[in-house]
């Protein structure tokens, strides 16, 4: 198979799917769900950030993110607590630039919600 054959695939994938309009994602988790989430994210050419707990700073999945930035001061949260501090998640996306890039949310896992009075869309 030639690069180039992989490469138009490739293009008319992100073409044709509506979620690949996304540039960047966010995952608010930690383990290897990140971990396989960011792998698939880089297959599609999509730009991933981290987001991990004081405790979490040497964790692997914020290693394998393009950007991670850490939720909260030392002590502030839980490790998990962290991982569900909405108002933390939106402040540092929109700190960094993400909020005029995602056009909806995307959750990972789904029951857990952000509230649609947000001002600011994350993924």
Known sequence: MSAH???DVH???RANTSIMEMKKILVANRGEIPIRIFRTAHELS????????HEDRLSMHRQKADE?????KRGQFRPVEAYLAQDEIVK???????STEVREVV???PH??????????IC
Do not use: C, E, F, K
């Open 112 to 121: 857990i919600s952000i509230s649609p009075n947000h001002s600011h869309d």
């Open 68 to 72: 991670a930035y850490v939720i909260g």
């Open 11 to 13: 293009n008319r994938l």
């Open 5 to 7: 054959y992989d490469t």
């Open 107 to 109: 959750q990972h896992p």
């Open 92 to 98: 540092i996306a929109v700190a960094h630039g993400m």
């Open 46 to 53: 999509l730009h991933t950030v981290a987001i991990y707990s």
